[in-house]
């Protein structure tokens, strides 16, 4: 399973790509991508948790996919199309406008499964499915999802729920507060990565 540390290029996370260089990537958001960031595995989120931004998001995948043109970098795992959190319907409008036009880059694009989504409600053209929501549907319905296309899941923090993940068969996660300070999430972002498991849901 692939773990994402959001935008963190710190040297921890240096460290973890040149021990582990297949069990880590980034997820970044297009408010600040830095070419630096690039340089490592990445997947591309939309910013919609915060505020979507329509001008910086195609901005930064035209930059993109210049630069991977041009070869300075590796093509993006995926990108992920814009969605609205909690809501599957006003998900599922977005993702009919925007997919056509994302597609149009040539990057895999991820579907965000918001509350309310089954497997079914999963569009066709969809390349990843992005488990979201709000966190007490989302640990509820990630199993659901588990099939023929990869799965990732988002916000998870805590080696409960990574280990619970990885259980699962989920393909990657992301999490934001493993690395903001030294103490229990690190320690436990950490102690995951060397190979200690706790089957709980914290």
């Not at 600040?32 to 329509?54: E, G, M």
């Not at 795992?77 to 998900?91: A, I, S």
């Not at 991820?110 to 390349?127: H, N």
Request: proline share 5%; net charge positive; charged share 25%.
């Amino acid at each position: 399973m692939i773990i994402m540390p959001s935008n963190n290029t710190g040297r921890v996370v240096k460290d973890l790509f040149k021990k582990h260089p297949n069990k880590i990537a980034l997820l970044l958001n297009p408010r600040n991508i830095t070419p630096h960031q690039l340089q490592f595995k990445y997947a591309v989120d939309n910013d919609c948790y915060t505020k979507f931004d329509s001008v910086m998001y195609f901005s930064q995948l035209i930059k993109i996919r210049a630069m991977y043109e041009n070869g300075l970098i590796d093509k993006p795992m995926w990108v992920v199309v814009p969605d609205v959190v909690g809501c599957n319907d006003r998900t599922q409008v977005l993702w009919q406008f925007y997919y056509p036009k994302i597609k149009l880059f040539g990057f895999k694009l991820a579907f965000v499964a918001q509350d309310g989504c089954e497997l079914e409600g999963v569009p066709k053209e969809a390349d990843i499915v992005f488990v979201g929501g709000r966190d007490p549907w989302k640990m509820d319905n990630i199993h659901k999802f588990i099939g023929d296309r990869p799965v990732h899941v988002g916000r998870v923090n805590g080696i409960g729920r990574l280990t619970y993940c990885e259980s699962l068969g989920v393909d990657s996660v992301d999490g934001t507060g493993w690395l903001v300070q030294r103490g229990k999430q690190y320690n436990d972002f950490i102690r995951f990565f060397e190979g200690e498991k706790q089957c709980s849901l914290l």
